[in-house]
C-alpha cells in the first residue's frame, strides 16, 4: 500500500513559477512509477508528466513540454513537478499518482494522492 500527500500548490500570476510535492509512504517508493495529472473545472483528468522507477526515463504532455520538469528523491521517497512559465490554462487540481509497474498516460497508476490546487491568473 502506497499513501502520497501532495503539496506546493497555490494562486501565481501567469508566467510564474511552482513546485508540487509529493511524499510518498512505504519502503518501496523507488521501486514505483511516478507520475502526475491534473484535471480542471469541467474536463476530464489528464495526463501532466511520469517517470521509471530508475528516474532515467521521463514523459511529458506536449502542453507542458519545455516548462514543466518532474523529479524524484528517493531518499526522500519524494516526487516533484516545478513547473514554470504558467499559463492560465494550466489551472487545474494536480493529482500525483504512483505504480507498482509503469504509469499510463490514460489511466496512472493504482494510488493517487488527494491533489493540490494550482491556479494561474492572467
Known amino acids: 500500500q502506497v499513501q502520497l500527500v501532495e503539496s506546493g500548490g497555490g494562486l501565481v500570476q501567469a508566467g510564474g513559477s511552482l513546485r508540487l510535492s509529493c511524499a510518498a509512504s512505504g519502503r518501496t517508493f523507488s521501486t514505483y512509477g511516478m507520475g502526475w495529472f491534473r484535471q480542471a473545472p469541467g474536463k476530464e483528468r489528464q495526463f501532466v508528466a511520469a517517470?521509471?522507477?530508475?528516474?532515467?526515463?521521463?514523459y511529458y504532455a506536449d502542453s507542458v513540454k519545455g516548462r514543466f520538469t518532474i523529479s524524484r528523491d528517493n531518499a526522500k521517497s519524494t516526487v516533484y513537478l516545478q513547473m514554470n512559465s504558467l499559463k492560465p490554462e494550466d489551472t487545474a487540481v494536480y493529482y500525483c499518482?504512483?505504480?507498482?509497474?509503469?504509469?499510463?498516460?490514460?489511466?496512472?497508476?493504482?494510488?493517487w494522492g488527494q491533489g493540490t490546487q494550482v491556479t494561474v491568473s492572467s
Open positions: 499518482t504512483a505504480s507498482a509497474g509503469r504509469i499510463s498516460a490514460t489511466t496512472g497508476g493504482e494510488y
Open positions: 517517470m521509471m522507477w530508475s528516474g532515467s526515463s521521463t
